[in-house]
């Protein structure tokens, strides 16, 4: 669980609620807007227009129908045997012919969200990471560990160094959050020592060991100079931990 992204997700769905009332009118639906920023303001992000994002939906479920060539089934194919091979009797879930099926629909959704008539190798890429994050979600540790390392490929395609270290550090504050709940279920709050109620942090050895993993050989740190990154974490006790920023 990611208590911000949850918090952020919570608020927009509810003012959306609010602002589509029949009754709201467009000055009172202007003044609505959710605590938490919910797109980063140093990515600059537009809004889209939802009407014309709306025509721009129908326009593609309507005029555009993406076909697959043999090169791209062959390659969801020899990733589905690999995959297949990998996890033979190690414990793990099994992927089967419905993995397939979903990894050729994304694709085909892939492309048809670029108005394309072909599906390309990018499309194929993307389905495979998004199927890849998800499969090793569902193993053990040590199993999603050597299947990441192993088809890498497919995650280096559609993900820069940034974003990487940026997932990372979701998932690290994600596991920091759920350790720091498990506990005040544990404990009282009488025993529980000050850090634990301030907070979350992270050590930035924690960070630099799980980027490693990754293969990254240069300092992880300098990619805190990446605007996706520190608007949203940074450095802090002489860089020996990182926190969260939460935006307003």
């Known amino acids: 669980m990611d208590r911000i992204t949850d918090h952020r997700l919570a608020e927009f769905v509810l003012c959306e609620h609010m602002r589509g009332h029949p009754d709201m009118t467009q000055a009172d639906a202007a ?7 919910s797109v980063s303001v140093a990515q600059k992000a537009e809004p889209i227009d939802q009407d014309l994002f709306k025509k721009y939906i129908l326009y593609a479920r309507q005029h555009v129908f993406p076909l697959l060539n043999a090169v791209e089934k062959e390659k969801i194919a020899s990733f589905y045997s690999g995959i297949r091979q990998l996890c033979e009797g190690r414990g793990g879930l099994k992927m089967t012919v419905r993995h397939i099926e979903a990894m050729l629909r994304m694709s085909q959704a892939f492309a048809r969200l670029k108005l394309k008539n072909v599906v390309e190798k990018e499309d194929i890429d993307h389905s495979i990471s998004i199927m890849l994050n998800c499969f090793c979600q569902s193993q053990k540790l040590s199993l999603a560990e050597e299947l990441r390392q192993k088809f890498r490929g497919f995650i ?3 993900h820069t160094e940034s974003d990487l270290c940026f997932m990372q550090l979701k998932r690290l504050f994600r596991e920091a959050d759920t350790t720091q709940n498990l506990r005040r279920q544990l404990l009282s709050q009488d025993q529980l020592p000050d850090e634990d109620l301030g907070e979350i942090e992270i050590s930035t050895e924690s960070f630099i060991r799980a980027v490693r993993k ?3 050989t240069k300092d992880p740190l300098q990619l805190f100079k990446d605007d996706k990154i520190k608007y949203h974490y940074k450095l802090a006790r002489n860089k020996s931990v990182i926190k969260q920023i939460v935006h307003f």
């Open 156 to 158: 280096d395609v559609i």
């Open 31 to 37: 003044k609505i807007k959710p605590r938490f920023q």
């Open 214 to 216: 990754l293969g990254f």
